[in-house]
């Protein structure tokens, strides 16, 4: 029986040898995870809506035996297939090494010593300590000692705290609400009762689906919508002017394929993914990816005092003697560290700091008196109490905790009440945290109080910077302390929370105001808005416990904060998770740390600055990349839409098609002795038999912009990006108006470029054709014409150079010189490019229905020129359109506090 063999292990543990062997039989405390077929997976990628669209483009150009454009179809499968599963590799790969990081800690015995480990080398047998607010590491018994509270709702259901005490079972994954006890691993992995419920196995793998992931979605749906809808029309125009139905298909589908954004996904995932790895390095570790965009908008961030905003090293200053029997403040610290946990490690920080202040002559002597039953801090009862035996046997007991509450259980209370609170008001004044100690007389239950500790725990170095630049940054930086109103107003004034009103800052004493809410009605609206604005408007709260926390942070969000919360404790679970950005702060209890959104690996509040800067960065990323590739869908699907339904080639160019093929205006109106320019031994003039159709560029042109587009966008996950001053929101409206007006321009500058493509005809001869086109043979004029295959060239080349510039108009709200793009940006732009000029100078592409043939260095010129041209009034009207939203507040979906804005700069405020 294991639970037996478990509990043969002695007080100091299994020895080395002993756990290597059960490490060997029982394996790793770890939940075997169902492993993917990485290769099942790499297909996968090969399966679905968008891969199908393109199979089905491969097997009609198959079946029309056109072998260039299947190879390039299958190119262009292979090139997203790979792309988009090492990008998601990659980004699952950053997950995984986040998650690792945050693996839990288990309290062992072993040798003798007591020691941390990683909870997944426990092994039955283990002897281990599990206090408040730890997550239970395996399957456990536990050992003698007062009962503990164990929350396990998440494994029985049970709604409330059960309690178990000696020899009682507890089961992994269940969190310690209450209580201190040694317990013997029995069940470890998955034979623990957590690993033999499979459906609980994979709770942890569900991603909490945020704004980001609906964001994506919606626009990925309006522009699948969109695209679908309009390449219809041009199948229809295609096939109805007699393009072959498998043609004009395959045609159609490459449109959709190059339109829809295909890696809109990818692309944003990885630019997370890539940023929670910059997280990680400072400090901040992400546990859920989508947290970067609430981290982004957070715009109020309630910030633990002790430890976050202080330096969490208490020093004990001079105590306030209130029983006449004591000789000297040293007795009273001495009766004091006999109410402190004895550990070698863990140990709260008061005990720690009383322990340590015990003076040298009473070392010798505290070590004589022996703890025989102890109960640790509890938020609720505020109070350590520790039952002490001396060395002459007599029993009696000690406690200290919060002084009003200690006071209360003392018979000599009416004695010496106006002292102790006159003490502790005046050390709370002081910024001073007081700490009662009380004890029992020898085997008597009466309790008699001591005297008053004097604790401190300063500001740290950097807070009062730091939260100046919260302020500069639109985030408004809120104190929470379980400390009485006095120190939290004290503690404010020192770090510059509050201090802009000009008088003390605003403490929200929440015993106080839930008393008066309760009494007030929370079902009457004037009452819950006079509560939403007292919330609102506070600098701080004091004597909070963790359950206020919760309504803090859902009062906040009834008025549309996006709010961080921070914590390290237990009970301030359900406070992260009702937060939009839970933090669980540097040494966190596990419970703290798996009901948040990130976690803090180094203390203070700079850590949580930085991580704020950096996901503003990330998210203006990903916006600004969702900003390009609506912009870049747009111009695509609507020229080519506009391009089929207005313009006619026939009309400008001689076709053959029928004998009435004539031209208005031009020197071959009725196109009489043209020969067929596709034609090896044909001469001036021509007829293009190509141009019956509508306009279009054929499968490989538009395959090879969409493979050049795909490696461009991959890059932007490491451009250059300034961090915005105010929280962001997505101000969907706002950029999907930016999207449209950066699209409509190289719209309208492809369209005007076909237009004037078309009229440079032959026998139209306009005088701007010597720009782009070829000059006539001898005998014809001084004229100069582009032929019908050079003018889809021409377009492809236009289309390719437009979508690329596009990209560095969006990445920038000012002008684009702003700031320099990253290398890599820069290097696959200008690889991008390069190719695709050197596809339009030197390439001939003989498709069957839209031929393409090389242009000259000049007119790949004119197009480059072209393009900077009406990129630069691209630029200037998003200039124009932000400058509008900006002056008339716009589509914003939050409006910026200024006042707040200029707090940390008081000259301006």
């Not at 198959?62 to 454009?69: K, N, R, T």
């Not at 015990?358 to 002597?365: C, I, Q, T, Y």
Request: include cysteine.
């Amino acid at each position: 029986d294991e639970i037996v063999m478990a509990k043969k292990t002695g007080p100091e543990g299994l020895n080395e040898t002993q756990v290597a062997e059960r490490l060997k039989q029982y394996g790793l405390n770890v939940l075997e995870e169902k492993k993917k077929n990485e290769l099942l997976v790499f297909l996968g990628y090969f399966w679905g809506p968008m891969p199908f669209m393109i199979w089905l483009a491969t097997i009609v150009v198959a079946i029309e035996g056109d072998w260039d454009d299947f190879g390039v179809l299958m190119t262009l499968q292979m090139v997203n297939g790979v792309v988009g599963y090492f990008e998601e590799k990659s980004a699952g790969d950053a997950i995984d090494a986040l998650k690792a990081s945050l693996a839990p800690l288990a309290r062992v015995t072993r040798n003798g010593n007591v020691q941390m480990i990683e909870a997944k080398l426990l092994v039955p047998g283990d002897v281990i300590t599990i206090k408040l607010g730890d997550i239970v590491p395996a399957d456990c018994i536990l050992g003698p000692g007062k009962p503990c509270e164990v929350d396990q709702a998440a494994l029985t259901g049970e709604s409330l705290p059960v309690t178990r005490g000696e020899d009682d079972k507890v089961f992994m994954g269940s969190v310690i609400r209450r209580g201190e006890l040694e317990a013997w691993v029995a069940f470890t992995g998955s034979r623990t009762f957590f690993g033999r419920a499979a459906e609980m196995v994979n709770k942890a793998a569900a991603e909490q689906k945020g704004r980001f992931a609906k964001v994506m979605l919606q626009n990925t749906t309006i522009l699948l919508t969109l695209s679908v809808t309009l390449c219809v029309v041009i199948f229809i125009k295609l096939y109805s002017e007699g393009i072959g139905f498998l043609e004009a298909l395959s045609t159609v589908v490459v449109i959709l394929v190059a339109c829809i954004p295909i890696a809109m996904q990818i692309v944003s995932t990885t630019v997370m993914a890539v940023g929670g790895r910059v997280l990680a390095d400072k400090k901040a570790i992400l546990a859920r990816l989508s947290a970067i965009e609430e981290l982004a908008g957070m715009d109020v961030l309630c910030s633990d005092k002790t430890g976050t905003l202080t330096q969490n090293k208490l020093k004990l200053y001079d105590p306030v003697l209130v029983d006449p029997t004591l000789k000297s403040a040293s007795e009273l610290v001495f009766i004091a560290s006999l109410a402190a946990k004895r550990m070698s490690e863990g140990a709260d920080a008061i005990d720690t700091v009383i322990a340590n202040s015990v003076a040298e002559a009473d070392k010798p002597r505290w070590k004589e008196y022996v703890e025989t039953d102890f109960t640790p801090f509890d938020p609720v009862i505020k109070r350590t109490e520790a039952t002490v035996q001396t060395p002459n046997g007599d029993v009696f007991k000690v406690a200290k905790g919060a002084t009003k509450v200690v006071l209360e259980m003392c018979a000599n209370k009416a004695d010496c009440n106006d002292v102790v609170l006159g003490a502790n008001l005046d050390l709370a004044n002081r910024g001073f945290r007081s700490l009662g100690v009380a004890m029992t007389k020898a085997n008597s239950d009466e309790w008699i109080f001591k005297g008053v500790l004097s604790l401190f725990d300063p500001p740290r170095h950097d807070t009062k910077q730091t939260i100046e630049t919260a302020y500069t940054m639109g985030v408004d930086v809120k104190m929470i302390t379980g400390d009485q109103t006095a120190i939290a107003i004290e503690t404010c004034k020192n770090i510059s929370i509050g201090t802009h009103h000009g008088g003390d800052p605003k403490i929200l004493d929440m015993k106080d105001f839930l008393a008066a809410e309760d009494a007030a009605s929370r079902a009457e609206d004037a009452g819950l808005a006079a509560a939403k604005e007292i919330v609102k408007t506070s600098d701080g709260f004091a004597e909070v416990y963790p359950e206020h926390k919760f309504r803090i942070v859902e009062l906040l969000q009834m008025q549309g904060f996006t709010c961080g919360m921070t914590g390290d404790g237990v009970n301030d679970a359900p406070a992260l998770k009702k937060s939009q950005i839970g933090i669980a702060v540097e040494g966190a209890t596990d419970a703290a740390r798996a009901a948040a959104d990130i976690v803090l690996t180094a203390p203070g509040l700079g850590v949580i600055i930085d991580a704020i800067i950096t996901a503003r960065m990330i998210f203006a990323r990903v916006r600004n990349y969702v900003i390009y590739r609506i912009a870049c869908t747009l111009q695509l699907v609507f020229f080519f839409f506009l391009g089929c339904l207005i313009f006619y080639p026939s009309q400008y160019y001689c076709t053959k098609d029928s004998e009435s093929d004539s031209i208005s205006g031009s020197a071959f109106d009725d196109c009489s002795g043209t020969e067929d320019y596709e034609s090896s031994d044909s001469s001036y003039p021509y007829y293009y038999p190509s141009a019956k159709y509508s306009f279009c560029i054929p499968v490989l042109g538009i395959v090879i912009i969409t493979i050049l587009n795909d490696g461009c966008m991959l890059t932007i996950a490491r451009d250059h990006v300034i961090p915005a001053k105010a929280p962001q929101s997505w101000d969907l409206n706002q950029l999907r108006v930016v999207a449209t007006v950066l699209g409509v321009v190289p719209l309208i500058s492809s369209l005007g470029l076909l237009m004037l493509g078309l009229n440079c005809a032959d026998g139209l001869y306009p005088w701007y054709a010597s720009w782009v086109g070829d000059k006539v043979p001898s005998g014809y004029g001084d004229h100069y014409y582009l032929a019908y295959e050079k003018l889809t060239t021409l377009m492809y080349l236009k289309i390719s150079i437009s979508d690329f510039l596009t990209l560095f108009c969006a990445r920038t709200r000012g002008p684009f010189y702003e700031r320099l793009p990253s290398l890599p940006l820069f290097s696959a732009f200008l690889f991008a490019t390069v190719v695709a000029t050197l596809v339009a100078v030197n390439a001939d592409i003989y498709d069957g229905t839209y031929p393409m043939e090389h242009i000259s260095v000049q007119a790949a010129c004119f197009v480059w020129g072209w393009n900077i041209f009406f990129f630069l009034v691209q630029d200037v009207c998003k200039l124009a359109i932000y400058a509008t939203f900006d002056k008339y507040n716009l589509f914003q979906e939050k409006k910026v506090d200024a006042e707040l804005l200029a707090r940390g700069n008081p000259k301006q405020v």
